[in-house]
Structure formats: C-alpha cells, structure tokens
C-alpha cells in the first residue's frame, strides 16, 4: 500500500522512475535510487481503477514482481510490508520479522499434488547474521486474499507455525520462483490475529506505526546487504 512504501521512499530518497520502467496499462508504480551503494527500486502496486483504493493481493504482487524483475534483474526481491502477527509465535504490535519461509492458507485444493500446489510452500533467503545483528524475530509468512479468515485458513496456519499472515509474500515467491531471484520479506506487525480486537480496526490504528517501523528497519537491512554475498548474509 501507498503507506507502506511512502515513508521507506522518503528515507531513501528515492524517485519516482520518468520515463516508467515499467509501462501501463500495469498499474505499478516504481521509485529508484542508491543505499550504501545499493541500487534500491521500491515497486508500490498502484491504485484500482475503479475504486481508487490500493491495490492489493496476490493478483497485482505476482504482476508487479514479475514485470519487475524482468525490469530491473535485481539480485534479491525484498517483499515489504505490514502483517497480521499470532501472539502464539512471540508476535506484538510493531515488531518487524524476518520471514524464514511463505505459505498461501487460502489455496485449499484438495486433490493429488494440488494441495502442495495450493499451499506454495516455498524457502526464503536465509540471513541468521542480519537477523542476529537487527534482534529481529522471525517465521514463516501465510499470504491469503482476505484481511479476516476462515477456521480453515486457521488450520492450515497452525500446522505451518505461522507467525504473520499478510496477502502478497506467497505471489511473489511464485514470480522470484520463476526467475530463481532469492526472496526476503520483512513485515511490521498491525494486528494480532490470533487475539481479541477486531483486524480492521487494529489494522488501521496501527498502519502509521508499522511503517514507520518498517522504515527504520528496511535501510538497516539494505545497510547489511550491502558489499556482502548472499552466503555471508
Ligand atoms: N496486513 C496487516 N494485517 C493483516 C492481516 N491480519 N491479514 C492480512 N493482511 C494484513
């Protein structure tokens, strides 16, 4: 969402790319510039025609990913964002994770080798050094299409041990996937889902802060990224 990108742009000082990189009718928005001697592009999702809200979800992730990499054939693919945290894996409001893994808990296929299909499971870059050297928390990512969920998609996130559940990690996974480009993701925490207040409005109150959570931890990561092999993260 346009709030979770904004204030990480304005840290970098990123700008927004003229003429596009990436060109219409694909709604994505990207903003480019240098980190440490990064070059570091911000790819936002853009806005629904229709509606004018942002776009968000699977669908516009694997989209701007895609087209993305193809753009700009970046080393590592960092999914940022904020998500929904389960109290039973340590999760509280505003904490960042470092996922170690992404799952999709709403692809219920249950027919032969479509229910691994369906879930997705799918490693992400691993980092113990950058995660020691930032006291992040860490665990597995569930993207699903919806802010709520059914006891289903309950189910399947406790047998994986997830500890935050958001609705983009898992699509873009499958485009990284595509192109063998390693994926981190990095996710402030909004909401718990696994506690008592209703998501919306918890999601909401706490938008504000997670970004700004998300914007001091992600130069932070670039920051350790930089100048080092993907072996010695
Ligand atoms: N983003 C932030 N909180 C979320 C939640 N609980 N579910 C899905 N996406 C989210």
Redesign the pocket.
Known sequence: MEAEAQPLIQALGLKEDAPPKIVGPAPCVTFSGEHDGLKVHVVWNGKDRDTGVDN?GTVPASLSTYLAVMAFKPDVVISA?????FKAQGAAIGDVFLGTAVINHDRRIPLPNFDKYGIGYSLCLATPGLQEALSLKQGVVS??N????TDKCMEIMAQHSVA????EAAAIAWACNLYHVPLMCVKA???I?DGDRP?SE??LEN?HA?AAALQGTLPRVLSRLAGRKMSEL
């Open positions: 968000v964002g904020t998500a929904g945290g993207s699903g919806s802010l709520d969920y935050v559940k958001e609705m925490v909004t909401d889902v998501t918890e999601f938008l997670a």
